[in-house]
């Protein structure tokens, strides 16, 4: 017998979708021959929205 797969939550479905934009943000900005630097950029700006849009107070790691 098979399980199926339980139903994604609220949460689960928006952090997909997050992650998928920001593939596809990446990968145009690839496309367009961005830097790694300016990838890293846009990829830690983009994380910055949708942490502050979720309310939360958690900031990504910096490396230099």
Do not use: F, N, Y
């Not at 997909?16 to 890293?40: K, M, P, Y």
């Amino acid at each position: 017998m098979t399980r199926r797969p339980e139903p994604e939550t609220p949460t689960e479905r928006r952090t997909r979708r997050a992650a998928d934009r920001l593939e596809r943000i990446t990968a145009v900005a690839r496309a367009e021959g961005a830097s790694a630097r300016h990838l890293a950029v846009i990829t830690a700006a983009r994380i910055a929205r949708l942490q502050a849009r979720a309310g939360s107070d958690a900031t990504p790691a910096q490396e230099d």
